[in-house]
């Protein structure tokens, strides 16, 4: 084991994936020297189980990266959505006269983890290791002060004030520091698959909430579209026994469906039939989680990317000066940890209630009908589903009078029943 003279480092960061990398250059910009670590050695190397959709909430951290023009450049589509109800679409619009709805991308993996890695090694500050995979922590009087690495050379020891964890929901760095997980049951499966020449109703992203299936067809740069669907799991059984003909024929019996059989598929049918929801406290003595390692929420929502770039300026801006030598870090980390909990606790509480493929409670119910029905609370709907206001402000006393007098309004509009699953049977 060899500790380099040139170890000089205020942060290491295992993982060099979304998080991990937008950490390493808002951190760098603030003068801290980042050490950034990725196990694998293919600099255009991305996540493969994933389906590129970047809430608007992520839009201000993709900003202050400076990545926006390139985002526009590699052809990332900006989002905007419809979500098809019981009570019809909710299609959020600007209002006449008013601010255009906030977005951020639809931007698939393979374009973006290489832009964003590539802008983290290009930014002062910043050594981009690949091929380093983190392998054990340095403690002392029970703090990590650092990192072991196997790479192809042997084994290494950098040494850091603070060590972050940006390695995915089955974090190393969580793992040797022993920081247990909470899980939530996931009961629905996800496949998806990549198509060409696949127009959608406006252009935009389509949204289909079955109750408690769901399905998504979301277009990407290139001109690829990516096609979702996430149905309870207790249909696994069924949908195995021929995956394709399943997920065609799910997608086919879709309300309004994409018109899949005229496009070109251009990657296989893949996914994921077992994905609880998880988190962990985000700090420990000398280390801090960010993105999947401290919370992994459903992929049903899409957010796992903006809360990835989001807990990375979260972290950014409680420790780099601590970090720098200039500041209490123990301070700090509490400072992020609180944030992180106040930004994302409530909208990961309510997902793993929904994640038990249960039909809308009456809440929803509530809100979802009014947005069907009413452009302010479909407006409501896109900030909530953006990510950009909390649990706690999307259900305020004034959007849930304001829903409840929308549906007094419709009281003579029969109250429709959940749809009727879908099924190959159906079709
Ligand atoms: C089916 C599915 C669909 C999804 N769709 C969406 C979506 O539409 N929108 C959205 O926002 N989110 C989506 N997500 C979630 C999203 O993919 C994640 O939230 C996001 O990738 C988290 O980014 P991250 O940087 O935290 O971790 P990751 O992207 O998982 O990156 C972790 C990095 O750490 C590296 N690493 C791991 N171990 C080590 C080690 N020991 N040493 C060094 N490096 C290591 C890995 O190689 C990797 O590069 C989806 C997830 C799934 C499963």
């Known amino acids: 084991m060899t500790t380099h003279e040139n170890d000089a ?16 250059v808002l951190l760098a910009r603030r003068g801290v020297r980042v050490a950034l670590l990725e196990r694998r050695s293919d600099p255009a190397a991305y996540k493969v189980l994933c389906t590129h959709y970047l809430q608007p909430c992520a839009y201000p951290v993709l900003d202050e990266l400076g990545l926006v023009p390139a985002l526009e450049k590699a052809g990332a589509v900006r989002n905007e959505a419809r979500w098809y109800t019981r009570w019809g679409w909710i299609e959020p619009k600007a209002a006449p006269g008013g601010p255009e709805l906030p977005y951020a991308y639809n931007i698939r993996r393979s374009t973006l983890d290489p832009l964003i890695r590539s802008h983290a090694a290009r930014t002062p500050g910043v050594d981009l290791l690949l091929g380093h995979t983190v392998s054990g922590l340095i403690q002392e009087a029970g703090r990590t002060v650092g990192v072991r690495v196997s790479t192809a050379e042997g084994e290494r020891e950098i040494r850091a004030r603070l060590v972050i964890g940006a390695d995915g929901k089955d974090s190393a760095v969580a793992r040797f520091a022993g920081a247990p997980a909470r899980l939530h049951r996931n009961q629905r499966f996800s496949y998806f698959a990549h198509f ?3 127009p959608l109703r406006d252009g935009i992203t389509q949204s289909w909430f079955l109750e408690p299936d769901v399905a998504y067809a979301m277009p990407n740069d290139d001109g690829v579209t990516v096609v979702a669907v996430i149905p309870d799991k207790k249909r696994l059984p069924d949908f195995r026994r021929d995956l394709e003909g399943s997920f065609l024929d799910f997608v086919r019996a879709l309300p309004e469906a994409p018109p899949i059989d005229s496009a070109e598929r251009v990657t296989k049918i893949t996914g994921t039939v077992n994905y609880p929801l998880h988190s962990r406290k985000p700090t420990a003595p000398g280390i801090a989680f960010i993105g999947d390692a401290a919370l992994a ?26 970090v720098s030598g200039r500041g209490d870090l123990e301070q700090a980390l509490a400072a992020y940890a609180r944030r992180h909990r106040r930004g994302l606790h409530g909208h990961q509480h309510l997902a793993a209630d929904y994640a038990k493929a249960r039909p809308f409670n009456p809440f929803e119910r509530l809100m979802f009908s009014a947005a069907a029905r009413d452009e302010a609370m479909a407006r409501h709907m896109h900030l909530f589903a953006s990510r950009l206001i909390g649990p706690l402000r999307f259900l305020n006393p004034v959007a849930l009078a304001r829903a409840s007098a929308v549906n007094l309004r419709h009281r003579g509009t029969a109250v429709p029943a959940p749809p009727v699953p879908l099924s190959r049977t159906d079709s």
């Not at 480092?9 to 390493?24: E, F, L, Q, T």
């Open 9 to 24: 480092y205020d942060v290491v960061i295992s993982g060099a994936s979304i998080a991990g990398s937008a950490a390493a």
């Open 196 to 198: 060409r020449d696949l």
């Open 297 to 322: 929420g459903d992929p049903l929502w899409g957010v796992g990317c903006g809360w990835a770039l989001q807990s990375a300026q979260w972290l950014a801006e409680a420790v780099s000066a601590a």
